[in-house]
């Protein structure tokens, strides 16, 4: 319960219950000025309700908050705005059709005979951006420009709004490497200036990188609070998810692939996504797709599955040319993918966790021969049970249910139709590390019992842990394949930073 | 499977009550109103006219939900309904059995169906914008088949659909009860109901996952076509004549409305045919009431928005969320009782 004077935010013995379930249950938290502490937990810890308790977008229902030593208590977002308490989301709350100088003074413009003075806002807002070594035109709408771009707009607003305490919850989601590198730059920044900065991520090494304490909740309580020095990664992992799972995520990697060859795939590509390709996989076996983003990675699984059709090139399975120029006729080659974004291509969110589980399966069998309700009960509690979905029932609409579950729903989906070849693009991105593992080990028992995967995985670390081979991309065409003892982090960072000769395996 | 019963009139109580409200408002100021006789072995009174005069809304509300459901719109079915009707007019008067005239008549609005889809599914025109084009040709379409003249007609068979009964009810309230019921058990005993909404919530999703989109696309505009089609065929029966310029004039937009009033999505999704059909019930009742009630004309417009805005306000999620006064379970039901949110 101490409350040094250095610390610029306290929050002490925070409740906060919903119907059922107690989601915050007396949680202490305690942000230094001038740190970046991060706030770690899997998925239904606790953490966005703490956040959304700390800026008054719910109601707690007991404990108190110290705002620089004054007990405060937001009511609503915009009072704890006003406060000195400032939230940049994951998805940008910013209006995309607005210019960037409208975004950063919306509801503050300055004005002149009571009409907007935009010469002056336009100035004030490149002045604004010069903080942050930004020199955009901010008259071009917000849209025109990155996330990255987007995600520091909205921060320079959160913090010339609010200035004391800065929460930034998943802001490097949808970054890439260069520009996590410069978000940093910023956040450094800011905590220079003595600002206190909330950091919610998936991603530990970012963790590492950035921040200086870490608050770890899990299942509403609070865990502990550890200096970021003294705490190792197996040590953080096992205090989020209360098992010691560091060690069977780096098991399995032994195997190879001993299985027949199935799939062949020779000059298989579509122009303007993904250059000609030959591809080999054997029963049993994952290949693991590497590459930057914007490397042909997901094309590639598009033009596999017919999502995208390929204009050239042959597919064959066991020595029989296939047709694999739609979704259905790939289905129909006992095909499943998985796709990289889970909201606008995966769940279908107003249906229920059974409807979305029996989807491709009842698309299959078409809609003249529906599945009884009765069997699609037993097929919706047999994979919730199997791959431990958590939901209160089988009917909640999918759309509310945490990212990883969504995954391992939409992973039962395709094992429903029992597939043969199942393609997977991120399939643990943006998921919580319990989640992350689970997926992991389903990965590789898919494996043992014969199925043919594909895995496309931004996290390196993770394909070296499941992958029999290796496919590295660059530019939208396949430059390298690694197999056997060749699959390490290192070769697969050598082979994607390589710039010319094409490698073979 | 009494829970089924519960959770399926649970979806529908917002309309059952909001019907109950003004059947009783309209019966406190117009005595004798629920009143019914039977005469020369049919039913008469307001009731049986407000099933009778509300069919041909209910026929296009019917498809219409399921075209809602698909996140879609369809704008063209009162111009279809009037190029149906000049169709059959023209038909019979040319000497055409009534059998040939039926199946014509379906044919062309199936055809109507097809071009919608089309225009939807393969070119992917937005809904709103393709189906304007039948709207706006379609009753040019009409006048040029009816050279611009009413066409009258009276051959006793096509008559009967719209003013004959059967079973003691006029031939409307059979021909909507029959096929109604036809539609929702197609689309619920099938799968059809569950990829619909599947399709409607996102098409991306359900495409990747193997739902034939297009075909199921075309299909929902089809049936919107197909129920275009026979309210033609009733509307022009009911006055043994083609009107080409006021034959389902609007109608488009109370169908609309009633799939709003049933509670389901204009985002696409969650349908209920039941509910749609409720919902236009729920608009001839109020059209059929204020014209009893003797209200000056004038209001006549008004007066509907104003219930209707309260029906709308009844079922909002906000309304419900502070009075609490029908709580939805999310028991296991069939899908069309579940609750769209």
Known sequence: MQTSSDNILSAVRIEKGFPGTKALDKVDFHLRRGEVHALLGENGAGKSTLIKCLTGAYRRDGGSILLDGAEVDPRDTFDAQRLGIGTVYQEVNLLPNLTVAENLFLGRQPRRFGMVDTRTMNRKARELLAEYELDLDVTRDLASYSVAIQQVVAIARAVDLSGKVLILDEPTASLDAHEVAMLFRIVRRLKARGLGIIFITHFLEQVYEISDRITVLRNGQLVGTRETSDLNRRDLIAMMIGRELAAEIHSAHAATAEGSLRYRFRNYGRRGRINPFDLDVRAGEVVGIAGLLGSGRTETAEVLFGAHRADSGTAEIDGHAVDLSSPRAAIRQKFGFCPEDRKTAGIVGDLSVRENIVLALQARRGWTRPISRAEQNRLADQYIRALDIRTADREKPIKLLSGGNQQKAILARWLATEPEFLILDEPTRGIDVGAHAEIVRLIESLREKGLSLIVISSEIEELVAYSTRVVVLRDRSHVAELGGDRITAHQIVEAIAATNEREAS | ?341
């Not at chain 2, 989109?213 to 033609?232: E, F, K, Q, R």
């Not at chain 2, 083609?242 to 049933?262: C, M, P, S, T």
Request: aromatic share 6%; charged share 10%; hydrophobic share 55%.
């Open chain 2, 1 to 341: 499977m009494t829970s089924t019963v519960r959770t399926y009139l649970t979806r529908l109580l917002p309309q059952l009550i909001a019907l109950t409200i003004i059947l009783a408002a309209i019966s406190i100021i117009f005595p004798g109103f629920l009143n019914l006789q039977i005469q020369n072995g049919r039913l008469y009174g307001s009731l049986i006219d407000i099933l009778n005069r509300g069919a041909p809304v209910v026929l296009l509300a019917i498809g219409m939900t399921v075209v809602i459901a698909t996140k879609g719109i369809d704008l063209s079915v009162g111009a279809v309904m009037a190029i149906c009707g000049a169709v059959s007019a023209s038909l019979i008067t040319s000497g055409h059995s009534l059998a040939e005239t039926l199946l014509v008549t379906l044919a062309v609005g199936i055809l109507c169906g097809i071009w919608n889809g089309i225009l939807v599914a393969v070119l992917d025109i937005q809904p709103i914008i393709a189906t304007l084009v039948l709207m706006v040709a379609g009753r040019g379409i009409a006048q040029l088949i009816t050279e611009g003249a009413i066409l009258t007609f009276n051959d006793p068979g096509l008559i009967y659909i719209g003013s004959g009964s059967f079973a003691g009810l006029p031939m409307p309230v059979i021909i909507w009860l029959v096929f109604g019921v036809l539609v929702a058990l197609v689309v619920r005993q099938t799968a059809l109901g569950m990829l619909v909404e599947a399709v409607g919530v996102n098409r991306e999703a359900s495409t990747l996952s193997g739902v034939f989109t297009p075909v199921l696309l075309v299909a929902a505009y089809v049936l919107s076509g197909l129920c275009a089609a026979i309210a033609g065929v009733i509307a022009a029966a009911d006055i043994k004549g083609a009107d080409a310029n006021n034959a389902g004039l609007w109608l488009e937009l109370d169908a609309i409305l009633a799939v709003v009033v049933g509670g389901t999505s204009l985002l696409g999704g969650r349908f209920s045919i039941a509910a749609s059909v409720l919902g236009a019930i729920i608009i001839q009742s109020i059209n059929t009431g204020i014209l009893l009630s003797g209200f000056p004309p004038e209001f006549n417009l008004i007066i509907k928005a104003a219930i209707i805005v309260f029906i709308l306000v009844l079922q909002s999620p906000r309304f419900r969320a502070a009075f609490q006064f029908v709580s939805i379970p999310r028991a296991a039901g069939k899908p069309t009782e579940r609750e769209a949110k």
